[in-house]
Nanobody
Framework: VQLQASGGGLVQPGGSLRLSCAAS????????MGWYRQAPGKQRELVAA???????NYADSVKGRFTTSRDNAKNMVYLQMNSLKPEDTAVYYC?????????????WGQGTQVTSPA
């Protein structure tokens, strides 16, 4: 199983970016997909997550600005980031909890840099 993230970049404060992540490989289902981020010198933190049924969870710092969604048919998850702030600058990692025919495993994408300069 592989997760491939894309869509990062440099955007001015107040701007928007959309991240995408595609899961590929052989598995039964994807339980939860989400996004984490890690800024320099800080621990990796949850940004947003979404279940296969569409239930979402967001970090308080991004509520009202970021929206996560997924396309179950395409095994993809998205993160729409609006009103970006300098404190959103980090490497963003796609995450998925996958059911591999009875075995539950967690996978990470390679990370994509998001920069909103002060």
């Amino acid at each position: 199983v592989q997760l491939q993230a894309s869509g990062g970049g440099l955007v001015q404060p107040g701007g928007s970016l959309r991240l995408s992540c595609a899961a590929s490989g052989t598995f039964f289902s994807i339980n939860v997909m989400g996004w984490y981020r890690q800024a320099p010198g800080k621990q990796r933190e949850l940004v947003a997550a979404i279940t296969s049924g569409g239930r979402t969870n967001y970090a308080d710092s991004v509520k009202g600005r970021f929206t996560t969604s997924r396309d179950n048919a395409k095994n993809m998850v998205y993160l729409q980031m609006n009103s970006l702030k300098p404190e959103d600058t980090a490497v963003y990692y796609c995450n998925a909890v996958i059911n591999e025919f009875g075995y539950i495993k967690t996978y990470w994408g390679q990370g994509t840099q998001v920069t909103s300069p002060a």
